[in-house]
């Protein structure tokens, strides 16, 4: 298991499988960031090492899906941001300080509030595979 906070935090374009840029080294963000990118590249470095000579290892990395529908990840992540906690989200500008409230009062990191991770599903998409549910509503 490894996480998609591997990827760069960006605007210009969605990671993937083939053309993704790792993170950590990203200009003009927190330099701290760089450790959730440090903590997945040991993960995958740990199963890649892990003996396993009758097992096939798979790399699974999970994100969280910003959904509009209530409950969901945005729902819970769009509070802060509403009280002027979180980033600079929306134009909304925060400090460091205003972002490590909401983060603290939300029992999370300032990362998870302020870093992009415009992931999208490469291999699954050239393989054919279809989502059932785009912007939150089902798919006929």
């Known amino acids: 298991m490894s996480t998609a906070t591997i990827y760069a935090h960006r605007f210009d374009a969605a990671n993937d499988e083939y053309g993704g840029l790792i993170g950590g080294g990203e200009r003009g963000v927190p330099g701290y960031w760089a450790y959730s990118v440090k903590i997945?590249?040991?993960?995958?470095?740990?199963?890649?090492?892990?003996a396993t000579p009758d097992t096939r290892k798979v790399a699974l990395w999970s994100a969280m899906v910003m959904s509009p529908d209530p409950g969901g990840v945005f729902d819970v992540l769009s509070w802060p941001a509403r009280l002027g906690l979180g980033g600079p989200?929306?134009?909304?500008?925060?400090?460091?300080?205003?972002?490590?409230?909401?983060?603290?009062?939300?029992?999370?990191?300032?990362?998870?509030?302020?870093?992009?991770?415009?992931?999208?599903?490469?291999?699954l998409s050239d393989a054919g595979f279809t989502f059932g549910h785009r912007g939150g509503r089902p798919q006929p």
């Open 40 to 50: 997945a590249q040991n993960w995958e470095l740990a199963q890649e090492q892990a």
């Open 89 to 123: 989200v929306a134009g909304l500008p925060a400090t460091r300080a205003m972002a490590e409230v909401g983060a603290f009062a939300m029992r999370s990191d300032t990362e998870l509030l302020l870093k992009s991770r415009r992931v999208t599903p490469g291999r």
